[in-house]
Nanobody, 124 residues
Framework: VQLVESGGGLVQAGDSLRLSCAAS????????MGWFRQAPGKEREFSAA????????NYADSVKGRFTISRDNLKNMVYLQMASLKPEDTAVYYC??????????????????WGQGTQVTVSS
């Protein structure tokens, strides 16, 4: 499966932004999807994940209450709605597909398909 993120950009603190992840090649229907981010000089970290059906979501404490992950299996799309953005949210954001059907997790090692990333920069 190929994953392509879009929607990143430069925004001010407090603004909102929606990231999109388009999947092609193979369906993501039976797989959990996740969003991860990597800031300069830091390791890639988990942000949010959503189960294959969309019924279950999981968020990092740093984004809980501000970010919302969603998916549209008919369109093979995953979204990350980000609100109340902070400068510390500045990072490259990656979309990823879980390696095993019908499972959900936060560990990046369990995701085996990744997009190229989209840059989000939040100015203070």
């Amino acid at each position: 499966v190929q994953l392509v993120e879009s929607g990143g950009g430069l925004v001010q603190a407090g603004d909102s932004l929606r990231l999109s992840c388009a999947a092609s090649g193979r369906s993501i229907t039976n797989y959990a999807m996740g969003w991860f981010r990597q800031a300069p000089g830091k390791e890639r970290e988990f942000s949010a994940a959503i189960s294959w059906s969309g019924d279950t979501t999981n968020y990092a404490d740093s984004v809980k209450g501000r970010f919302t992950i969603s998916r549209d299996n008919l369109k093979n799309m995953v979204y990350l709605q980000m609100a109340s953005l902070k400068p510390e949210d500045t990072a490259v954001y990656y979309c990823a597909r879980y390696s095993t059907m019908f499972r959900l997790g936060r560990d990046a090692d369990n995701y085996n398909s990744w997009g190229q990333g989209t840059q989000v920069t939040v100015s203070s």
